[in-house]
């Protein structure tokens, strides 16, 4: 009987699909993969991992929050099957796996945005377009060069990683071939709120989901430490709020993309649809950001006073 027991196993274990390695292959919805994620998405990645996992018991994601250098180079090796970035595969990328036979699969999954942050105690927290430009060239190195009456002396400019999608998307949007010296990185968002919370004439670029999710603790222990900045690109000065960045009035928004290389439907493409469908952009509308499928409410408060009902 043991041994009819012992051969019932062996001739499963050997017709269940495995991949080159030998390893068991997972379904969309059981099993265990890695992914690289850009560290600037961590907290929306996070509670989009918990609520798969709490839904799928069996499945299990070990995320890497890395630089999205990384992301994308892990996923060109095969070193994760799926990637969090928030761009998509450059021509080139995309040759290297069509030569493997291999089509990426790209998946918008939400809008974000870069915040800019100042210390709390920092008078200034408005800024116009051509000034943040003329500070990321390097035309502008103190504060008094903005505002005036400012005694804050030099500006410091703090990011996370020289490798993230945040300096990615500043370097390709104002196309920069290089920062200047003032700026520097923490290396994670995390350490670049601790650092401007520190330093009165720093300013920060995070990822907006650090901080949009009122209900989390996290963000508005953040928030009570540093101040959001104002951009303008004409008369107003908008904050990276969700109805700005639906409406493509704040000028740093980015989409998040999930790029899987999974030749057959496994746990990656099962993530996937989970992010992009109901529960998924459910998360994102609950992180403060705008989700790419589910239809957000905007709401338009006319301010004019109201007329006098004459009876």
């Avoid at 920062?179 to 009165?200: G, I, Q, R």
């Avoid at 957000?296 to 006073?305: D, T």
Wanted: hydrophobic letters at 40%.
């Amino acid at each position: 009987m043991r041994l009819l027991l012992f051969l019932l196993v062996l001739i499963c274990w050997s017709c269940a699909d495995r991949d080159k390695k030998g390893r068991l292959l997972d379904t969309p919805t059981s099993g265990a993969i890695k992914i690289a994620v850009d560290e600037s998405l961590k907290p929306l990645l996070q509670a989009e991992v918990e609520g798969f996992e709490a839904t799928y018991p069996n499945a299990h994601i070990k995320a890497d929050y890395t630089s999205e250098q990384k992301a994308i180079h892990d996923l060109l090796i095969d070193s994760v099957r799926l990637a969090v970035i928030t761009r998509k595969l450059y021509s080139f990328e995309k040759k290297k796996l069509d030569s493997l036979k291999i089509i990426a699969d790209e998946v918008v999954i939400a809008k974000e945005a870069i915040a800019l942050i100042v210390n709390k105690v920092n008078p200034d927290s408005l800024i116009q377009w051509d000034q943040l430009t003329g500070v990321l060239f390097g035309k502008y190195r103190q504060w008094n060069q903005l505002y005036p009456s400012s005694r804050l002396g030099d500006l410091q400019i703090v990011f996370d990683h020289p490798q993230s999608g945040i300096i990615r998307y500043i370097t390709d949007t104002m196309h920069l071939k290089s920062l200047p010296s003032n700026c520097f990185a923490a290396s994670t968002n995390e350490a670049v709120v601790d650092y401007v919370s520190k330093t009165k004439n720093a300013i920060g670029l995070i990822g907006l989901s650090w901080i949009s999710d009122t209900d989390d603790p996290a963000a508005n222990k953040f928030l009570e430490t540093v101040k959001v900045m104002g951009i303008s690109k004409g008369e107003d000065y908008l904050k990276p709020y969700k109805a700005y960045i639906a409406m493509k009035k704040y000028p740093l928004s980015r989409d998040v993309i999930m790029i899987s290389r999974e030749a057959r439907t496994g746990l990656g493409s099962g993530f996937i649809s989970y992010a992009a469908n109901d529960k998924g952009q459910r998360i994102v509308l609950k992180a403060g950001l705008v989700p790419a499928k589910a239809p957000v409410r905007l709401v338009q408060i006319n301010r004019a006073p109201l007329e006098k009902i004459v009876k």
